[in-house]
């Protein structure tokens, strides 16, 4: 399978923002993954075993009623960041002392081996993702046979204000070009994944001022483009931008507070059996018949 990187994506840039990005769930992560639970209530299959990729970024609120949902399942929680594993093992560890603990499996901080898993829920990650055809493999390969992926990521439209701005003011653009959901399930698709659902949806957050907009972006993310600025803006470049977010073109509301759009995706699909190629005369035994009937009637983890 050939791997397309996103061409706008600065993997320089994407690597180090990976290990300085804070330990902690921005808001808008959890709020996501509150909306990815209430997802889950179409889907039928109980996981015996589950993985949460990048739960620390992703929300640790929403890890813990996942663990609620699921408590006699297993858990591997996957962090690639020293500081986030801690972080993971502080908040999501349960404690040895409490007897409501002991019959429980601990949580595994590590990645899943292959076909290990009937669930792995990734939030908020893929956008951030240089090569995110390769990332969808090892969901793919975690995954046991009739295993399903639960994502959710950030869309095309997502701060559409402030890209504007930028493109008003000639600067370069704001933030690299984000994947819509169609390309998304097209790369599901190649990697192996059946039946994929997509769907989207915008949040309009406002603000009072531009410092908070800018804010609660730094906790977001970071402009990765390659064609960013290349160095440090001076404190005139600081204020222009300030200045410019608090204009009509940035988006301010008839309430006067600052608006910005995040285009969210969701997406899930789950992993099927392997298809058996029939040539112009295939022959399989009455035990390959049976078993390759048993995967079709039960591959599918949908109501």
């Known amino acids: 399978m ?35 639970l209430d997802r889950l209530q179409w889907i039928k299959l109980k996981p015996q075993a589950w993985a949460n990729w990048g739960a620390v970024r992703g929300g640790l609120q ?3 009623r996942l663990a609620d949902s699921y408590p006699n399942a297993s858990c591997f929680v996957v962090e690639a960041q020293g500081k986030r594993v801690q972080e993971a093992i502080k908040n999501i560890a349960k404690p040895w002392w409490n007897p409501k603990h002991w019959g429980a499996p601990a949580a595994r901080f590590e990645a899943p081996p292959p076909a290990a898993v009937d669930m792995l829920w990734a939030n908020m990650a893929l956008h ?19 295993g399903f992926l639960m994502f959710s990521c950030l869309g095309p439209d997502t701060t559409r204000e402030l890209r504007e701005v930028y493109r008003a003011l000639g600067w370069p653009p704001a933030g690299h070009q984000l994947t819509d959901m169609h390309d998304w399930g097209d790369m599901l698709v190649q990697t192996g994944f059946a039946e994929p659902v997509m769907d989207m949806e915008r949040i309009t957050l406002t603000y009072e001022t531009p410092q908070r907009l800018l804010r609660e972006l730094r906790e977001l993310g970071r402009n990765l483009h390659p064609g960013r600025f290349p160095g440090l803006r001076g404190r005139a470049w600081h204020e222009a931008l300030l200045d410019a977010l608090a204009r009509p073109l ?5 309430d006067g507070r600052l608006r910005l759009t995040f285009e969210i995706i969701y997406g899930h699909a789950f ?10 005369q295939t022959v399989l035994s009455l035990d ?3 078993l390759n009937l048993r995967q079709r009637k039960s591959v599918g983890p949908y109501a």
């Open 62 to 64: 929403a890890h813990r």
């Open 128 to 146: 951030e993702a240089v090569d995110p055809q390769a990332l969808l493999a090892q969901w793919h390969q975690a995954l046991k046979v009739g």
């Open 288 to 290: 390959e018949m049976r």
């Open 2 to 36: 050939s791997t397309q990187r996103p061409p706008t994506l600065d993997a320089i840039a994407t690597d180090r923002w990976q290990r300085i990005a804070p330990a902690t769930s921005p808001w808008l992560h959890e709020e996501v993954a509150q909306r990815m």
């Open 271 to 280: 992993k099927p059996g392997p298809r058996i190629a029939m040539t112009a």
């Open 250 to 254: 940035a988006g301010t509301g008839p």
